[in-house]
């Protein structure tokens, strides 16, 4: 079935460092959402970019549909982006395939 | 933005008890899920359902039922809850099946 990977599984920055997280897919993908998931355990998503690129604040997404992957850009990092990033794509049946997530800590 | 609220935010239990958690969204979304996060798994998907009475499994179904009374509601029930059922419970909404979801904030359980 699909599978998604996301790297690096952790990483840790200082604070105002720009962060680049990773997404690869086993096969193509009609949708795909970045969530955040804070320390306590909430989830919220962040952006929804199957193809090309797309900015929110300080978060730039670009898919790379033909080649099965994305990537999360997150400029200028601040402490409180400090949690778990999480990538899923849509399969066929409209449920999401999840990755594990990259766990990001901003050292102030 | 969907409000999607849950409740208990967090059950304990023994193990071959009775658990009901309830899911409500306020946004008249179609589609509703019931997910489990674990350490090592990600989320995977127990059940969902894209309307009253409708019931889909998920990718990880056994031991559990669900039950969606109205469109708001969605309900995970849990049996004779077992120590491996022990995890962070997520219920979700969207409005069509490939459309952003929109999550509650969980349910932790514990089943001892």
């Known amino acids: 079935g699909q599978q998604v990977q996301q790297s690096p599984s952790s990483l840790v920055l200082q604070e105002g460092e720009n962060a680049e997280l990773q997404c690869n897919f086993s096969s193509t993908a009609t949708q795909l959402q970045w969530f955040y998931q804070s320390p306590g355990g909430s989830l919220v998503s962040l952006l929804s970019?199957?193809?090309?690129?797309k900015h929110t604040g300080r978060l730039t997404s670009t898919t790379v549909t033909k080649e099965r992957r994305s990537s999360l850009h997150i400029s200028s990092s601040q402490t409180t982006d400090s949690g778990t990033y999480l990538c899923?794509?849509?399969?066929?049946?409209?449920?999401?395939?999840w990755g594990s997530g990259t766990k990001l800590i901003i050292k102030p | 933005e969907a409000a999607v609220t849950q409740s208990p935010r967090n059950k304990v239990t023994v193990t071959g008890g009775n658990v009901t958690l309830s899911c409500r969204q306020t946004n008249s979304h179609n589609y509703m899920y019931w997910y489990r996060q674990d350490t090592g798994h990600g989320l995977r998907l127990i059940h969902y359902s894209y309307g009253a009475g409708n019931l889909q499994i998920g990718d990880v179904p056994d031991g559990y039922k669900a039950t969606r009374t109205t469109q708001e509601d969605f309900f995970l029930l849990l049996e004779l809850a077992s120590p491996s059922q022990t995890s962070l419970y997520f219920c979700a909404s969207s409005d069509g099946g490939g459309d952003t979801q929109y999550f509650g904030p969980g349910t932790r359980l514990l089943v001892l």
């Open positions: 899923a794509i849509g399969a066929s049946n409209y449920q999401l395939i």
């Open positions: 970019n199957p193809s090309g690129t």
